[in-house]
């Protein structure tokens, strides 16, 4: 009886003994034909024009009891898929989802205007070796998120090393936490909404005349420098930080760039401001926006404002702010023009008679 081997060809090649290889094979009578001793698995690779190399192995059964079977009979060989070599570009995304598990953890590219609304919590980038980039220059590309539960940005959102572009906006309108892990560079306006810790890992840059603006939360932390750039014919953006604390976390002097107006006020209208590190300022249930904290502003903003304005004067309902002041005959609080809202103001009475207000172009109301 003959043997006739059902696997392809380019198999068989692959499977014909050297000639070395072939003395260890051991020819024996046998009733049905000569068999033949299974040697260990041969490696085979196949290029596949869509997965690219694919690495499999062609090992014997150890339950079949006839080597020839164990070598030749196509359905008997076990293929063990040892590593798929594929290079997987960005995930891209177009219109609106609620559902994010499909590309969480992969590296994304945002094409014309993105949504993404999930019942729960929201993490995307997956580590910081991914990144959250637009997709092309040619398009507007904006990423909206919304989550019920927390939303966690694990990648830098940045160009991406695959061709991408910077996202011309970035808007989260509802969430808990709201994690950053990685740089956020955004060619355009950077909007949070949340009701709970907004914490920044990295550092930000907005550019092309985009503001960064922050409501709502119980608690902002930012950990790197903060930078507002402004276009060739566009002024940079403005900065409006609304959270019951607000922590500037090992910034350095000057650490926060731009030319915009800044706005500093808690979360809540009601809520008490004690700026400049006041004597006996309370540290619960206080916006307490220390000297130290405020020097991380650079010179160059077009003016401060601290608490709600309506009209030109405080909200109703606003909150008390006790004001500090820097006791050194040779600095200022603050280096660019400053304007206090609040239920009622009080500056806290030096004994230092070389303390200055807050600033030289301070206005109170």
Known sequence: MKARSLLPRRWREALRPTAEAAATLSPRRSARAWS?????PRVLLSADPVLGAVHLALAPDAALADPLDQAYSAPQPTMHALAANVQ??????TGNYTD?????????HISGAVGINVTGSLGLGGNNTNFIAGNSSATTDTLTLAATGNISIHSAISTGNAGGDLLS???ITSAQNVTFDQDVTVNGNLTIDATGI?????????????SLTIRGATQLVL?????????AAISAGNILLAADEIDFLGLASEQITGTGAVTLRPANVATSMAIFSPAGAATSGVLNLESTEMAAFAAGFSGFTFGYVSGGHALNGAGAVLVGASTSPDSLAMQDGVSIFGGSITVTDYSDRNARPPSRFARWT
């Open 198 to 210: 907004v914490t920044f890992s990295h550092g930000i840059t907005i550019g092309t005349g985009g």
């Open 223 to 231: 950990s790197g420098p903060v930078a507002l750039q402004q276009g």
């Open 36 to 40: 033949l001793e299974a040697l260990e």
């Open 88 to 93: 997987a570009g960005p995930t891209i995304l």
């Open 100 to 108: 994010a598990s499909g590309f969480s953890t992969a590296a994304l």
């Open 169 to 171: 906006s970035l808007v």
